[in-house]
């Protein structure tokens, strides 16, 4: 099925998604796209819908076709400081903050969302696989996470992060109930390994 190209008529629109909500390590994610008009789907989809290596192998194709785009990340010390939803929100604030072109709507995934710079802002449930600029968000943001992930497997393969990438798989809680957490684990989170 295609995903909307445009939302509104004739505002510019960024798509934001953030990945990493229900991790136990690692950092929130959040992408801004700006399409380009002439911008072809291409099997950009809910970067939940594709395998690793379709995902992967869109990154260069998005990034090279589309107006602007930005990824930011919040650690889990904010994460824990700050609670899950609103570092989200935030790390999507950051995202739309780098961007060289100023959106006139954000598009945003779910259902929650602060507002930002007086931009008006529609929050889209499932908007992934709705809207082609927030399926690209998406895909931005996990490959970049799901990267990281792999990277910070190096210095603790015991939790296998190459993986589950953070995730709460049998490995990584019985990992965390042998080893303990590391400074990647959300503190907050500690309930579903004590």
């Not at 229900?22 to 291409?42: E, K, R, W, Y």
Request: hydrophobic share 35%; proline share 4%.
């Amino acid at each position: 099925m295609d995903l909307l190209k445009k939302w509104s008529s004739s505002y510019i629109e960024a798509g934001c998604d953030e990945v990493g909500r229900g991790c136990l390590s690692g950092p929130v994610v959040a992408a801004a796209v700006i399409l380009d008009h002439n911008f072809q789907q291409n099997l950009v989809n809910d970067s939940k819908k594709l395998n690793f290596k379709t995902r992967m192998g869109l990154d260069e194709y998005i990034k090279n076709n589309i107006q602007d785009y930005a990824v930011a990340e919040l650690p889990p010390a904010f994460i824990d400081q700050h609670n899950i939803l609103n570092a989200s929100i935030h790390a999507m604030h950051r995202a739309l903050d780098q961007l060289t072109i100023r959106p006139e709507l954000i598009l945003v995934d779910g259902n929650k969302f602060h507002p930002y710079n007086y931009i008006p802002h529609e929050c889209i449930i499932k908007g992934d696989s709705k809207v082609l600029s927030i399926a690209a968000a998406s895909i931005l943001a996990k490959n970049y996470r799901d990267r990281l992930m792999i990277e910070l497997h190096d210095e603790f393969p015991e939790y296998g992060w190459d993986t589950n990438f953070g995730y709460a798989t049998k490995k990584h809680q019985e990992a965390l109930i042998k080893y303990g957490p590391t400074k990647y684990h959300r503190q907050s989170f500690r309930l579903k390994y004590d």
